[in-house]
């Protein structure tokens, strides 16, 4: 995680699991930042469930722009409320 100014980016890599999105709820949540970007353009494997939790912490009180989602990720994010159009592929989409 790295903090610009008043905007917080926080980079996952690899495989993004529930642990993973526990981590990065964690990560959410205690951020300090105004703006807060989730970067995760270098996931290679996304786990339904940890997309799920992903959801949840999306739906707090913080604004988040996330990038790197695919169609499927942004499905099952609309599936649980969170909505973002697929034409904001490869560009951060706020979420909320």
């Known amino acids: 995680m790295s903090t610009t ?8 890599e ?3 699991d ?5 981590r990065l709820s964690a990560a959410i949540e205690t951020a300090r930042g105004e703006d807060i970007t989730v970067d995760l353009t270098d996931v290679r494997e996304f786990h339904d469930f940890g997309i799920a939790m992903l959801a949840r912490a999306l739906s707090g009180p913080h604004r988040v722009a996330v990038s790197g989602l695919r169609h499927h990720q942004l499905r099952l994010l609309r599936y ?4 973002a ?4 592929l ?3 989409v706020e979420l909320q």
């Open 90 to 92: 490869g560009r951060a």
């Open 5 to 12: 100014g008043e905007q917080v980016v926080i980079r996952l």
């Open 85 to 88: 159009e697929p034409a904001d």
């Open 18 to 22: 529930a642990e993973a999105a526990q």
């Open 80 to 83: 649980f409320g969170i909505d």
């Open 14 to 16: 690899g495989v993004f």
